[in-house]
């Protein structure tokens, strides 16, 4: 065990590479041995992360870490402390302990040489808004929703879960037909088989895809039976949709859909089915 020692102020490193609506930090330089954060840690907290999640659906990961310095299992057990001390700082602004994940990797990426650096002491953080729920639904249109063949689709957001090889997908996508002016909100609920890192994984808003339909569909037609198949993490994911319970015979080109989403929090693989379920349908003149 290193004696307690002061290291100066707090340092805070901002990732550009955060969910939409989100942020990446690292707070580092712990004084040694060490497990309170400091006052520019509580102030970047305070400041920064806690008007992006507070009083909405929201996901906070905390990783501590710690120096070579001391052995393995002190350096595990500090790193923890030291995200748990910020995960209880976030419960008393109001966070509550269900939207926060905390992990520990001691000194298992600390630098060898010098022993103490001041970027190994520390706790990584990312926080971000969860999708926002679908709008009420309206009323229905007083005349049939008009037929296109060209429309445009993105995740809204949504949450994947996980044990042992089952997997469950609650997901939200938004399909916009430019030609009228008109967009549907569906809900897609499947289960399946996959792999992941952790038992809960969250998906942010992700951009417009562009498709077609083999013959005139109402953008508010496209539910039914689906299948969504995903793998990746982060930035990089490869995602397929497929609405196979489309009206009058048709189908989407491509089929099935391959599409972008958005930053995915978590690590692994699933395919599942399910049933996507119109939610809404009203105006929508684009982004």
């Known amino acids: 065990m290193t004696q307690h020692s002061p290291t100066g102020r707090g340092k805070i490193a901002v990732n550009p590479a955060a969910p939409a609506g989100g942020i990446r930090a690292v707070m580092s330089n712990y004084d040694i041995d060490v497990d309170t954060p400091k006052l520019e840690h509580i102030t970047f907290l305070d400041s920064r992360v806690l008007p992006l999640v507070l009083n909405r ?99 809204v957001g949504g949450i994947g879960a996980g044990a042992r090889v089952i997997a469950l997908d609650r997901l939200y996508f938004e399909i916009w037909d430019p030609s009228h002016g008109l967009s549907s909100i569906y809900e897609y609920t499947g289960g399946g088989i996959g792999v992941s890192v952790r038992p809960i994984s969250a998906t942010m808003k992700g951009p417009w895809n562009d498709f077609a339909a083999t013959g005139p569909v109402a953008v508010d037609e496209f539910a039914g039976a689906a299948r969504f198949t995903t793998g990746g993490a982060g930035a990089y994911t490869i995602n397929v949709f497929n609405m196979m319970q489309m009206p009058r015979g048709t189908a989407t080109r491509p089929n099935p859909l391959s599409i972008s989403t958005g930053f995915t929090v978590g690590i692994g693989a699933s395919t599942t089915v399910g049933y996507l379920r119109l939610a809404a349908t009203g105006p929508f003149a684009g982004p």
């Open 57 to 155: 659906p929201a996901r906070i990961w905390l990783q501590g870490s710690a120096s070579s310095t001391g052995t393995a299992h002190h350096n595990l057990a500090l790193s923890r402390r030291r995200a748990e001390n910020i995960a209880r700082h976030l419960q008393r602004l109001g966070i509550p302990g269900a939207q926060l994940q905390i992990d520990a990797v001691g000194e298992g990426f600390a630098t060898i040489k010098p022993a103490e650096n001041a970027d190994d002491r520390a706790v990584s953080l990312m926080a971000a808004p969860l999708f926002e729920a679908p709008p009420p639904p309206r009323p229905p249109p007083t005349q049939p929703t008009p037929t296109a063949t060209t429309f445009r689709l993105r995740l």
